[in-house]
């Protein structure tokens, strides 16, 4: 069953000029996680404030656990936790009082709230920042405080906008580890990211998408391949560059590429180590020693490229949105 | 009800926030009983009122409704806050009732009043404010005052949640605000003003809630070439209808304004 469906979004902001989304449609299976990946500007927040009833779309349709969003928003919220880009619990208060104000308004009853609110600081490992404002935690804690405050009821499916961005590495590892751990318990996720490696280690499935519009979906490894599998790359001398195209297309049975500034020859192949060895040999025999020489699987930064012709990068439509979604 | 319940839970989280930072309600009350203080020292002696008890009788309701009607810059940086934070963005995704958080924002915005009030009532008594009415005539002054206050902070919700930036909420707060307070009965007797002013500042909601609270504290207001006009006959009514105004157009755009904020 799709616990989230979107079709043919269009989202436009100051009156048409800005298209933050232009058709974009996207679903995810009940139980899995999809991560909707892409760079500023994509369109990816504004997805997310759709689904979760935030922003109304000029067009389309989406529902979510079965729900029209547009229809009913106030039976959607029911079944939703959202955990945004700004940690967005109050500063003042402490991890505690801001957990059982959210669990009151969850309408569990102060009883009940105070229950859930402190299973959920042990979970996160905040229970002993439990009494201290959240103006004195770091990052992460934040981050993991946010993330708490969107699973207090359990809900059916759970949307992360962007849960890392501005964390520090050691931040960003505990916060994989939290989502990790939600997502072997079975929630039902939709993440969004702008990094590559992010998407690679939490989603079973990704969507890359750019200009507000999906431009591929798969797995990672399914992405992976469609940029055509490894390739074969070797650094050398400037005297040997042109020979050693000759030899690495020969091996590799395709067109050997050249980075001239590093004096990278590449080429894609299917034999994996068998082809290293075969170029190495035939190098040696010619007389050429190889500075570097290796096998590179394509990373999620290679897949972009190749689907989008364009690296990952910051564009005007995120400024707009930018602007609009922190008002 | 569970939006009762869920304006009763952010209503309270505003007080908790007041408790957790004693600053605001420190600062919240420090700025209006020095301007008791100063107004009642620097100006008092050289404003001649013609009344017993002498300026400080006239003074305090001026400053008892500048003070309330500053409850808009209060909810307008407030809310302005929440959104910078992300925080209404939470709300919003909440299962809760869409209005609560406004409702709750703007009650706990008058709560807050009734301490500033407090406090303003017993400073003034120390420097000479002696209301000659009696009990139950001050003690509707002041929920006059509250409600007020009320209606001014709807107005404050749109502002807060219109503005880009809590700087422009601040500044646009004062040009609404200072002007209102000052061109108007509340710290100097109209008839010295150019006639044009006269007529501004006599039908200027904070001159009728000014008259209004003066006549409700047992003074005699004093008119010059709007004598006779129906705000300077009628300032309670005048009040009562302009506050009605006020709620009516700000309470719906507001809500409509928190419910497509994003738009």
């Known amino acids: 069953m799709k616990s989230v469906i979107a079709e043919n979004l269009v989202k436009t902001y100051d009156k048409g000029n800005v298209r933050a989304l232009d058709g974009l449609s996207l679903d995810v299976e009940e139980g899995t996680v999809l991560s909707v990946l892409g760079p500023n500007g994509a369109g990816k927040t504004t997805v997310v404030r759709i689904l979760t009833t935030l922003l109304r779309a000029d067009s389309g349709s989406a529902s ?4 029209d969003v547009i229809k009913n ?6 079944v939703i936790g959202l955990s945004g880009q700004y940690a967005a619990v109050d500063e003042i208060l402490t991890g505690y009082d801001n957990l059982v104000m959210f669990g009151e308004l969850y309408h569990l009853g102060k009883k009940q709230a105070v229950v859930r609110a402190n299973e959920l600081l042990e979970r996160f490992s905040l229970t002993e920042a439990a009494k201290r404002p959240i103006k004195t935690y770091s990052g992460g804690m934040r981050r993991r405080l946010d993330l708490a405050a969107s699973l207090i009821v359990k809900p059916k499916v759970l949307f992360l906008d962007e849960p890392t961005t501005g964390l520090d590495p050691r931040g960003r590892q505990e ?3 939290v989502i990790q751990e939600l997502v072997k318990g079975g929630v039902t996720l939709l993440l969004t990211t702008q990094y590559l490696e992010e998407a690679d280690q939490l989603a079973d499935d990704i969507a ?6 999906v431009i591929a979906r798969g797995t990672s490894d399914a992405l992976k391949k469609q940029v055509g599998g490894e390739r074969l790359e070797v650094v050398v001398e400037q005297v040997h560059v042109a020979k050693t195209m000759e030899i690495v297309a020969a091996v590799s049975g395709h067109k050997a590429a050249l980075d001239e500034g590093l004096r990278l020859i590449s080429a894609p192949v299917s034999t994996g180590s068998a082809a290293l060895f075969e170029v190495l040999k035939a190098l040696d025999s010619a007389g050429i020693h190889a500075l570097d020489v290796g096998l590179k699987r394509p990373s999620l930064d290679d897949v972009f490229l190749s689907l989008t012709g364009h690296a990952a990068e910051e564009k005007k439509e995120e400024i707009a949105e930018k602007k609009r979604g922190r008002k | 009800m569970s939006a009762v319940n869920d304006i009763y839970i952010i209503t309270r989280r505003q007080l908790l926030l007041l408790s957790r930072v004693p600053e605001v309600l420190i600062f919240s009350t420090i700025q209006p009983v020095m301007f008791v203080l100063l107004f009642r020292y620097v100006f008092g002696g050289s404003i001649d009122t013609g009344q017993p008890g002498g300026y400080v009788q006239l003074l305090m309701p001026g400053i008892f409704v500048q003070t309330v009607a500053f409850t808009l810059a209060g909810t307008a940086s407030g809310l302005a806050e929440d959104m910078k934070k992300g925080l ?6 909440l299962p809760i009732s869409q ?16 301490v500033v009030l407090a406090v303003m009532g017993i400073a003034g008594y120390i420097v000479g404010w002696r209301p000659s009415a009696g009990l139950a005539n001050v003690a509707l002054g002041f929920l006059f005052l509250l ?4 209606a001014l902070s709807w107005v404050g919700v749109l502002v807060g949640l219109s503005a880009s930036d809590a700087r422009v909420v601040q500044n646009v707060s004062f040009i609404v605000t200072f002007p209102l307070t000052f061109l108007s009965n509340a710290f100097a007797p109209t008839t010295g003003m150019p006639r044009a002013l006269q007529y501004f500042a006599e039908w200027n909601p904070v001159s009728t809630m000014v008259a209004a609270c003066r006549e409700l504290f047992g003074l005699e207001n004093q008119f010059g070439a709007t004598a006779g006009s129906f705000p300077s006959e009628h300032p309670l009514t005048t009040s009562l209808i302009y506050m009605l105004i006020i709620m009516l157009i700000f309470i719906p755009l507001s809500l409509r304004k928190y419910r497509n904020y994003a738009d």
């Open chain 2, 88 to 93: 209404i963005d939470r709300f919003r995704s």
């Open chain 2, 147 to 150: 409600f007020f206050g009320y």
């Open chain 1, 64 to 67: 979510v656990a079965g729900i």
């Open chain 1, 175 to 177: 916060m994989w580890g």
């Open chain 2, 99 to 114: 209005s609560a958080l406004v409702i709750g924002r703007t009650l706990g915005d008058s709560l807050l009043n009734i």
């Open chain 1, 208 to 213: 890359v998408i750019d200009t507000g519009k």
């Open chain 1, 73 to 78: 928003p106030e039976k959607v919220r029911e």
